[in-house]
Structure formats: structure tokens, C-alpha cells
């Protein structure tokens, strides 16, 4: 299947993290989706009750990332990626979560993960 809606850059200050001061102090996280799914219907009719309203998936996903806090990067992007496969009539969602603020170091653009989940594959 190929098509799918792309939301790129959601940003959101979250508390997510290993260390304590990530829990405590904060810092920006950014999110990209990739949202699979048949557009076949939507394109013939050109209506939205025919797709997924993209402002409810990232109401979603605000509503996860700005919640309890993960202490990983890939529990959070999995449970991310369940959410909206059990809320949303998609087949499979990519959920790529960039961390530009690690506490690392050494230089670099950012950290993260990119996990993709099928809809088969939510219980």
C-alpha cells in the first residue's frame, strides 16, 4: 500500500527520558508519522468522513507525549504507533520520535527511533 498521510516535525516539550533530570527538567521532542491507509474512497468523493482527519491523530499523539512520562524512546513510539492503529482505520503506521537534545556529549543532529507497526500485529 502506498498510500498514506506524512505529518513531519510535531514538536512537543515532554519529560520522557532515563535520567532523572530528563524526568524533571524537560526538553523538546519532534515526531514524524507516516499514516497508511486506502484513499481510494476518499479521492472519489472528496470528503473527510472518506479518511482520517489528520487534527485527531495529532491530538492523539499530544495527548501521549505530553502524558506520563517513558523512561525509552521505543516504548514510547511503540505504544505511540498502537494508539492510533486501535483509534484510527489505518494498516499500518511509521512512527519516527527525534530526541535534538540527548544528554550526550558529542555532537550530533539528534537521537531516536523509527519503528513501523501493522495493524495485524495490535492486540
Known amino acids: 500500500m502506498s498510500d498514506k498521510i506524512?505529518?513531519?516535525g510535531l514538536k512537543f516539550y515532554c519529560y520522557h527520558g532515563v535520567?532523572?533530570?530528563e524526568r524533571s527538567q524537560g526538553q523538546c521532542f519532534l515526531v514524524d508519522l507516516d499514516l497508511y491507509r486506502d484513499f481510494s474512497g476518499a479521492v472519489l468523493?472528496?470528503?473527510l468522513e472518506?479518511?482520517?482527519d489528520?487534527?485527531?491523530v495529532i491530538c492523539l499523539v499530544k495527548e501521549i507525549m505530553e502524558g506520563p512520562p517513558y523512561m525509552l524512546l521505543e516504548t514510547l513510539a511503540d505504544n505511540l504507533a498502537?494508539?492510533?492503529l486501535r483509534a484510527f482505520d489505518f494498516q499500518k503506521v511509521r512512527v519516527k520520535i527525534k530526541k535534538p537534545f540527548a544528554p550526550v556529549s558529542?555532537?550530533?543532529d539528534y537521537i531516536?527511533?523509527?519503528i513501523t507497526r501493522r495493524r495485524k500485529d495490535v492486540k
Open 19 to 21: 535520567l532523572e533530570s
Open 54 to 56: 489528520y487534527r485527531s
Open 45 to 47: 468523493k472528496d470528503v
Open 82 to 84: 498502537g494508539k492510533i
Open 6 to 8: 506524512v505529518i513531519r
Open 50 to 52: 472518506d479518511t482520517v
Open 112 to 114: 531516536g527511533v523509527d
Open 106 to 108: 558529542e555532537e550530533f
